[in-house]
C-alpha cells in the first residue's frame, strides 16, 4: 500500500507542476500500477467509467454542431442584453450552469454551457479562463441538489432508499437541496467579489446573431430531457447516459451528410472531441482503480473513524472537511461507495441517526473536487474546452476561483446540516 500512495503522489505532483503534459503523467502512472500488478488486469476494466468516457464524447461531438448552428452566439447576445457588465455576466452564466447541473451530469452541462461563455467572451474581448472555471465549479456544486444531478446523489438514494422528492424535504426538515441552493447565493457573492474589477460595460444595441439551424439544439435539449428521464429508471445499465449522448451524437452526424451532402461535414464534429481530455480520464480512472485494490480508500475511511471518536460534532467535523480534501485528489464516487457504508456502522455504534453524516459525506465529497484543476471530471472538461481554444489554464489560475469558491459553498452547508440534523 506504500508504494500505491507514493505513486499516487508522485503522479498528482507532476500533473500539477507539468499541467501541459497531464494526460501522459496520468496514462504513463496507469501503466505503472498495470505492470506492477497494484491494478490487477481483471480489474481494468471495471475501473474505467465508460459512462463519463462516452458522456465527454458524444455531448463534444453534438456540441460541436451546437456551435456551428450559431445558437451559442444568439444565446450570448441575449444574456448580453439582460446584464450590465462583464461581472454580472460571469456570475449570470455560472448560475445558469448550476441550475442546469442540479439534472444533468456535470461534464455534459460545461460542455453545454462553455460555448455560449466563450462567445461572450469573444464579443467583448476579454479571456474566457476564469468564466469557464467559474462555470465548472458551479456545475459541481449543484451536483449535490437532487437526486438526479450527480452520481454520487444516485448512489447516497438508492443506499438511504431516498426518493427524488427527499433530497428537497427529509424527515420533515428541508433537505440537501437547500443547503446546496445557501451555498450557491453566498458563493455567487464570492464570483462577483473575484469579478469585481471587470467592469466593462457591455455594449448594447448590436443586431442578434442568425441561427442558421435548429436541429442541433432540438438535439441538445433532448440530450438533457433524456439524461433526466433515465436518472428514473431502476436497475438501468451504467453506460446508460453515455449511450444517450453518443447516439443523439449520431444522429446529429447522419442528419448533417444528408444536410450538408458532404463527408467532410461529419469529420469537423469528430475532429471536435478532446482525446486528450479522455486520455487523462481514462489515465485516472486506473490509477484510483490501482489504489482502490491496494486499500488504500479503505484505510483513508477508516482512519477517519478512528479519528473522530465517540463525539458526533467531531466525526460530522471530521467527514465533512476530510471529504472535501481527499475529494480533491482522487474520485469521489469510489471514496463516497466506501465512506456509506463506514458513516453508516459509525451512526449505528452512537445510536445516532445517518442522516447528518450521510449529507456532510455527498456534500463534501462533491464539492471537493472545485479545489484543484484535477479534482472533478467537470474541471478537466473546462481546463480541455479552454486547452482546445488556445489558453492554457495555470494551477493559480485555477485555485484564486476553486478555493475560495469551495469555502463559500460548504461552510454554510456544514452550519445548515448541524443545526437542522443533529
Known sequence: MVYAIGLFAVTYVLMLVFSKYRP????????IFIVTGMLPLNQIIGSIDFNVLLMIAGTMGLVQLFIDSKMPALLADLVMEKVPNVQMAAVALALFAGIISAFVDNVATVLMVAPVALEICKKLNTNPVPFIIAIAVSSNLQGAATLVGDTTAIMLGSYADMSFL??????????????????????????????????????????????????????????????????????KPDITNGLICVGLFLIGLIYTLVRRKKFSAVLEPVKAIDFQ??????????????????????????????????????????????????????????????????????????????????????????????????????????????????????????????IPFTLAAIIPAYIYFWLLYS
Open 24 to 31: 501522459y503523467i496520468a496514462l504513463g502512472s496507469a501503466v
Open 166 to 235: 427527499d433530497f428537497f424535504f427529509y424527515q420533515g426538515k428541508p433537505g440537501i437541496f437547500f443547503a446546496v441552493e445557501l451555498g450557491a447565493l453566498v458563493s455567487a457573492g464570492i464570483l462577483a467579489f473575484l469579478f469585481r474589477k471587470e467592469k466593462g460595460a457591455i455594449p448594447k444595441g448590436a443586431p442578434r446573431t442568425k441561427v442558421t439551424d435548429y436541429v442541433p439544439t432540438v438535439l441538445l435539449l433532448g440530450t438533457i430531457v433524456l439524461l433526466i428521464a433515465a436518472s428514473f429508471l431502476p436497475e
Open 277 to 402: 481530455t479522455i486520455g487523462l480520464l481514462l489515465g485516472l480512472f486506473l490509477i484510483i482503480g490501482g489504489i482502490t485494490n491496494m486499500g488504500v480508500i479503505d484505510a483513508a475511511a477508516n482512519l477517519l473513524a478512528k479519528l473522530g471518536g465517540g463525539n458526533i460534532f467531531l466525526l460530522y467535523t471530521i467527514v465533512v472537511w476530510a471529504s472535501v480534501l481527499i475529494s480533491a485528489f482522487i474520485d469521489n464516487i469510489p471514496y463516497v461507495a466506501t465512506m456509506l457504508p463506514v458513516v453508516t456502522g459509525l451512526a449505528s455504534a452512537l445510536d445516532m441517526d445517518p442522516t447528518l453524516l450521510y449529507f456532510g459525506l455527498l456534500s463534501g465529497a462533491t464539492l471537493g473536487g472545485n479545489c484543484t484543476p484535477i479534482g472533478a471530471s467537470a474541471n478537466i472538461t473546462g481546463i480541455g474546452i479552454l486547452r482546445k481554444e488556445g489558453y492554457e489554464v495555470k494551477n493559480r489560475d485555477f485555485f484564486r476561483i476553486g
